[in-house]
């Protein structure tokens, strides 16, 4: 089993928190919820606040797995071998995790996230590169937002946590979507104002099945 790069202390609100994290979150939940899942696999755990939001403010059966067991997850276990049956929850999500594993285990990954999953997939990875947002809002009209992440294919060092990110050389974001497609149809897939670090994607597994 992957050993745990961090320990629990690395969550803490001074050094894990900041205001485009908790956007994050927003775009986690929604993307979830929109959905309207009966059960929810979270792999990594992470601060709990999107689990904690599940488990007290919904109806949904929420369960989580990590590697690391100071996080106290529901199951003890690596992405790239999930100790469930086929299709046991309706969304299976991994936000901020992928990128923890070596690139060669991401297509593991992936199948085993697409086989617990019984609809979807829903991750969201970091994208490395100088990003480009738009916020406007014109009385009477809605507000528009944009965000656009500007290429720099500067070469990815690993630092400890990160094997990998879009946007570094060699992980252009046309090769995450190659392979995302191959598990099911992308359904979703964006960068989101003030968060502009995390690329979302959303899979939905059942029509691969079809």
Same mark, same amino acid.
């Given at each position: 089993?992957?050993?745990?790069?961090?320990?629990?202390?690395?969550?803490?609100?001074?050094?894990?928190?900041?205001?485009?994290?908790?956007?994050?979150?927003?775009?986690?939940?929604?993307?979830?919820?929109?959905?309207?899942?009966?059960?929810?696999?979270?792999?990594?755990?992470?601060?709990?606040?999107?689990?904690?939001?599940?488990?007290?403010?919904?109806?949904?059966?929420?369960?989580?797995?990590?590697?690391?067991?100071?996080?106290?997850?529901?199951?003890? =276990?690596?992405?790239?071998?999930?100790?469930? #049956?086929?299709? !046991? %929850?309706? &969304?299976?999500?991994? *936000?901020?995790? $992928?990128?923890?594993?070596?690139?060669?285990?991401?297509?593991?990954?992936?199948?085993?996230?697409?086989?617990?999953?019984?609809?979807?997939? =829903?991750?969201?990875?970091?994208?490395?590169? #100088?990003?480009? !947002? %738009?916020? &406007?809002?014109?009385? *009477?009209?809605? $507000?528009?937002?944009?965000?656009?992440?500007?290429?720099?294919?500067?070469?990815?060092?690993?630092?400890?946590?990160?094997?990998?990110?879009?946007?570094?050389?060699?992980?252009?974001?046309?090769?995450?979507?190659?392979?995302?497609?191959?598990?099911?149809?992308?359904?979703?897939?964006?960068?989101?104002?003030?968060?502009?670090?995390?690329?979302?994607?959303?899979?939905?597994?059942?029509?691969?099945?079809?």
């Amino acid at each position: 089993m992957t050993e745990p790069q961090v320990d629990k202390s690395h969550y803490s609100f001074d050094k894990y928190s900041f205001e485009g994290r908790f956007i994050s979150y927003y775009h986690q939940l929604r993307e979830v919820l929109r959905h309207h899942p009966s059960s929810v696999l979270e792999i990594g755990v992470g601060d709990s606040v999107f689990g904690s939001f599940l488990t007290h403010n919904t109806g949904v059966r929420y369960e989580s797995v990590d590697v690391a067991e100071d996080l106290k997850p529901d199951t003890v =276990a690596n992405v790239t071998d999930l100790p469930f #049956p086929d299709e !046991s %929850f309706d &969304i299976v999500c991994a *936000f901020e995790v $992928l990128e923890h594993l070596p690139f060669e285990e991401f297509d593991q990954a992936l199948k085993e996230m697409s086989r617990v999953a019984q609809r979807y997939i =829903a991750i969201s990875v970091p994208h490395f590169g #100088p990003m480009l !947002s %738009f916020s &406007i809002k014109i009385p *009477f009209l809605p $507000l528009f937002r944009l965000a656009l992440k500007l290429p720099y294919p500067k070469r990815h060092i690993f630092n400890g946590q990160h094997y990998w990110e879009i946007g570094k050389r060699g992980y252009p974001v046309s090769l995450i979507r190659k392979k995302l497609a191959q598990h099911g149809r992308i359904v979703a897939d964006f960068v989101p104002w003030g968060s502009e670090y995390h690329h979302f994607f959303v899979l939905e597994v059942s029509a691969h099945r079809e």
